[in-house]
């Protein structure tokens, strides 16, 4: 019997040194920033590789982490800017990659 397609990865490498753009999160941010891409991250690879980002999944995000949504968005829209996710591809397909 085939063993069933497994959705996502369990783990994803995390440098013990960042570059800059994960530190302009933290700078702007604070550690709740830092945080926020993390979490975003865990939640973008338990997945596969790219989750979709609209309202729903913005509320849906923002309760399971326990953050105000606004501090969410502007998370986010930091890591687009600092090109942690791909602005393109947001843009074109609402996802964050």
Known sequence: MARPTKQGID?????????????IIEAEHGLEGFAIVIKLLQKIYSEGYFYEWEEMQL??????ISVDRNKVVDVVNDCLKWK????????KYKILT
Do not use: Q, R, T
Request: proline letters at 4%; charged letters at 25%.
């Open 11 to 23: 783990y994803f490498p995390l440098d013990v040194v960042l570059d800059d753009k994960f530190a």
């Open 59 to 64: 509320i849906l995000f923002s309760k399971s």
């Open 84 to 91: 942690i996710f791909d602005e393109g591809i947001y843009s």
